[in-house]
């Protein structure tokens, strides 16, 4: 037995909801630990024939209570909208020290509704959010390489117990990943400027687009620059929904400041200002240059 | 001799400009058909000596006169803010029946600035499009293979001279390019729509970001829906700067109605609405689905 399996903290986990995040992060856990049991709860009975057919996980069950009897470890791999509801259903099927962590894309409302619903058990409750992920969703989009090399941000705060929180982060580092702590409203802060406000902002051109009358026209002469600022539009719009919703009032912020540097941007446009628009441009090829060569 | 050979429309070209598309075009003709002769003007040295490196040219000067002397077809692979200088500087040394065409992104302002410089001339001017780019720049991103299968816009006016267009199309045709027509006030409405409004709320995106004093925090953790965003925040500012003030009142239009949407759905987050936020990014992920599928 080597080093990496004999440091694996849990031995039977529930995997409720196999998405794409849920499904990538079993099939990880289980390349790198192949003892490890994992069951699913998901409601939607393609996913769990999916989950099985895939290799995803060992069983499935469609109560939520069968699916965390016994298990040491639960992911919650749900949209943050569902989230609320299921710490509820949780509390009294679960065994009072089971380790929970979720993956959700907001992390200040997660912790609310957690400390609301689950009381004492709200220590083991550690809350995660993987930076990875893809336009495509659902059990047949996951791969066990999704997180490698890729950053999972953790956001445990005064409550939260310590061994919980090295146990998850230790599971996650055998899924490849880069485990970095932050504060809760530090990383909503944050996932708002360079994740929720860029799927806002691409989402509503393509809608704005595609809701004129000679969007057929217009759609065919779009070529490789609209096709990668519109990638993200074609994401899980339940899931945007739940994580705009969830992080409200950070992405308002965002939405203001972006609204603001676009009047300024208007304002030199309609004046002719050409050094101006020139110092924007450059000012943003600089630092777009520097992110992609991994000075940041 | 094959008849795609035969079939060359002209013998001798001077490039004005070894950027990235001139480049390509120049690569893609001589591969079509190596018995043509191309002499670029490029007022770089160091774009002078790679393009002689790369092969894009046979002949470089540092002179337009002596560049555009005995040649059938002027290329102006220039930024569109260049053009109107370049017209004026073409007069007196090109001869009368020199066809010219541009690879501009914006078509209305080039057409007026050709009108007003060429005279004469004017008919033998062919305003272009190819709608292929890439976030690179010069002669050493050139590549003989950049319009393949893609498409090139030609504005043709009423005084256009039908010859020296047919000639034009052909020699796209030949760099493996799909040729449409479109009217110069159309085009500059669709491609402010689907190209040069992309690249403003990009750029915008970036510099807010970029001007924040915990930048370096916030751009740690961009992946990959932003690396897709702002890729083309990373194009050209000159070349920007240039189509965004030629193409101002479309862009404006485009800028103004993008505007709505987005207040509109700051109105809808900000009222916590679900299903308006739901509705918006449904229409918006169907729309992007079908074109990323080539329906439209």
Redesign the interface.
Known sequence: MSETQRSLPFSKIALIGAGLIGGSWALAIRAAYPQVQIQLYDSLEAHRLQAIEQGIVHATFDSLEQAVAHVDLIILAVPVGALPDLFSQLIPVMGPDTVMTDVGSTKQGVIESAKEALGAAFCHFVPGHP????EKSGPLAARADLFKD??V?LTPVAETDLTALEKVKCLWELAGAEVHMLDAAQHDR??A???H???????????????RPD????????????????????????M??DI??AN?EA??KE?????L??DE??SA??K?D?PA??T??????????N??SGL?
Chains 1, 2 share one sequence.
């Open positions: 930076i990875s992920g893809a890729k950053r941000v944050v996932f400027a360079v994740s406000l860029p799927h806002l902002l691409s989402y509503a051109l393509v809608e704005e687009l595609a809701s969007a057929d026209l217009i759609f065919s002469y779009a070529a490789g620059g609209f096709r990668d600022f519109t990638r993200i539009a074609a994401s899980h719009p339940t945007w929904r705009s919703l409200r992405l308002l939405l203001d400041a972006y609204s540097k676009l941007l208007r446009l309609a002719g050409g628009l020139l924007l441009f450059q000012r943003a090829q600089i630092a777009r240059t992110w992609s940041n």
